[in-house]
T-cell receptor
């Protein structure tokens, strides 16, 4: 399995943008980059995914490096509700559901009021 | 139901007893995953199903753990002769094959006393 590396923890002030990095230097050409987050006492929830181009949805933006060896999840305006553990994982969507999803230790994001 | 449902939400059992944890995936989702999460730790993969088959059982910690899925729907994770180190939150997720999002349940918190 291609592995991802994330910082253990980050802090950000409320109402400011947050940039969460993920390194995936061994990513294959068919791997998509997925982000999930886990709020306290809840199961993980999907945030966003992408392949090569930057992606935006209502929750966040995903910026993918040109060489695809790293990516950044961007929360444009952090709220207290965004305090969670954020996981970056790789999977080929054509193979999604045909392989295990490997979660690393993620980044624990703390939002400072 | 609209989401992945797990039962019970909490289970306290005595050491040495057997327990069964249930997962009802989203209707039509062929893929089903089991994870466990010990206090303050990341997600540990246990097993996943494609339909009723389990191509990857590599994460099951010991032969005390087993899982089955019937009718391509409900899955049961069974832990025999529970030990205190089995205490954790057991999470279930489901997805479409070739989809891009796994949906997680709220988990079952298992406490072995």
């Amino acid at each position: 399995d291609a592995k991802t590396t994330q910082p253990n923890s980050m802090e950000s002030n409320e109402e400011e943008p947050v940039h969460l990095p993920c390194n995936h230097s061994t990513i294959s050409g068919t791997d998509y980059i997925h982000w999930y987050r886990q709020l306290p006492s809840q199961g993980p929830e999907y945030v966003i995914h992408g392949l090569t181009s930057n992606v935006n949805n209502r929750m966040a933006s995903l910026a993918i490096a040109e060489d695809r060896k790293s990516s950044t999840l961007i929360l444009h305006r952090a709220t207290l509700r965004d305090a969670a553990v954020y996981y970056c994982i790789l999977s080929a969507t054509t193979n999604f559901g045909n392989e295990k999803l490997t979660f690393g230790t993620g980044t624990r994001l703390t939002i400072i009021p | 139901g609209a989401g992945v449902s797990q039962s019970p939400s909490n289970k306290v059992t005595e050491k040495g007893k057997d327990v069964e944890l249930r997962c009802d995936p989203i209707s039509g989702h062929t893929a089903l995953y089991w994870y466990r999460q010990s206090l303050g730790q990341g997600l540990e993969f246990l097993i996943y199903f494609q339909g009723n088959s389990a191509p990857d059982k590599s994460g099951l910690p010991s032969d005390r753990f087993s899982a089955e899925r019937t009718g391509g729907s409900v899955s049961t994770l069974t832990i025999q002769r529970t030990q205190q180190e089995d205490s954790a939150v057991y999470l279930c997720a489901s997805s479409l094959i070739g989809g891009a999002e796994a949906f997680f349940g709220q988990g079952t918190r298992l406490t072995v006393v």
